[in-house]
C-alpha cells in the first residue's frame, strides 16, 4: 500500500509565476489537510478538503492561494504569483475517516524555492 | 491558537528521560503527538482523545489533562533514534482546523 505521495519534491519558481503542488492521498484516504513549514518553524494548518468540498480553509491566504480535490485525480495546492514569502515546505497529509480524530499520514512534502 | 509547547529544547545523554508539555489556551477536543526528523516528514507516535486518557508504546507515553488544557509527552529512557522536533497537535474545532505547536527540538547524545 502505497503511501501519500507528493510531487514534485522540489519546485523552483521565479517572483510572478504560478506553483502548482500535488498531493495524491493513500489508497482509501479521502480526507486531504495542507501544511506549511517555513525553514526552523512549526507546521501551518492551510486547509482540509474532502473529496470535491473545501471543509476548512481558515489557514490559507486569502489571496493567490487556492486548494482543490476533485473526484478523480490528486488534490491541487495552487498558488499564484508567487513571492520570495512563499519559500516553504509544503506537506500533505491524508487520513481515511472524517474528522481530525484518526491518524494523519504524511507525505514527504514540496520544498518550493522563489527565486 | 497555536499551542505552546515547552521546552523549547532539550538536550538529553541516552538512557535519560524527558517530558515535553503542550499547552492550549482553548479547549481541547483531542491531542496527537508527532516526531520530525530535520528534512523529513512528521510522523505520527500517537492520539488521545479523552481526557485522563494515556496512552504508550515503547518507552514513549503520553497523557491528556483535558480540565487544565494540556498534554504532555513522556519519553523515559532515551534512545538516539528519539532525536527530532516534537510537535503536538490539537483540533481547535471538532473536524476542522487543526493546530500545531510550537514544536521541542530533543537531542539526545552518546
Redesign the interface.
Known amino acids: 500500500n502505497a503511501g501519500v505521495m507528493q510531487n514534485p519534491r522540489h519546485l523552483v519558481r521565479r517572483r510572478g509565476q504560478e506553483a502548482r503542488l500535488r498531493c495524491s492521498p493513500m489508497k482509501g484516504h479521502s480526507h486531504v489537510?495542507w501544511?506549511r513549514q517555513l525553514p526552523e518553524?512549526?507546521?501551518?494548518?492551510m486547509v482540509?478538503l474532502q473529496k470535491e468540498n473545501i471543509?476548512?480553509e481558515?489557514?490559507m491566504p486569502k489571496e493567490r492561494f487556492s486548494a482543490e480535490f476533485p473526484k478523480e485525480g490528486p488534490s491541487i495546492l495552487r498558488i499564484q504569483q508567487v513571492v520570495r514569502g512563499d519559500s516553504a515546505a509544503y506537506?500533505c497529509a491524508s487520513s481515511p475517516s472524517?474528522?481530525?480524530?484518526?491518524?494523519?499520514?504524511?507525505?514527504?512534502?514540496t520544498r518550493l524555492t522563489v527565486l | 491558537q497555536?499551542p505552546v509547547q515547552s521546552p523549547q529544547a532539550v538536550i538529553l545523554r541516552e538512557g535519560e528521560d524527558a517530558v515535553i508539555n503542550c499547552s492550549s489556551s482553548k479547549a481541547l477536543?483531542?491531542v496527537?503527538w508527532y516526531r520530525q526528523k530535520h528534512g523529513?516528514?512528521?510522523?505520527?507516535l500517537m492520539?488521545l482523545?479523552k481526557g485522563g486518557e494515556q496512552k504508550g508504546h515503547d518507552k514513549i507515553s503520553a497523557s491528556f489533562n483535558e480540565k487544565k488544557q494540556q498534554s504532555s509527552l513522556y519519553l523515559t529512557a532515551s534512545q538516539l533514534s528519539y532525536s527530532g522536533t516534537y510537535?503536538c497537535g490539537t483540533?481547535g474545532v471538532?473536524?476542522?482546523?487543526?493546530?500545531?505547536?510550537?514544536?521541542t527540538s530533543l537531542t539526545v547524545i552518546p
Open positions: 489537510y501544511y518553524e512549526g507546521l501551518k494548518f482540509y471543509i476548512d481558515s489557514g506537506f472524517p474528522g481530525l480524530r484518526n491518524e494523519q499520514f504524511f507525505g514527504p512534502g | 497555536q477536543y483531542s496527537h523529513e516528514a512528521p510522523v505520527f492520539i482523545l510537535f483540533e471538532p473536524g476542522n482546523q487543526f493546530y500545531f505547536g510550537t514544536g
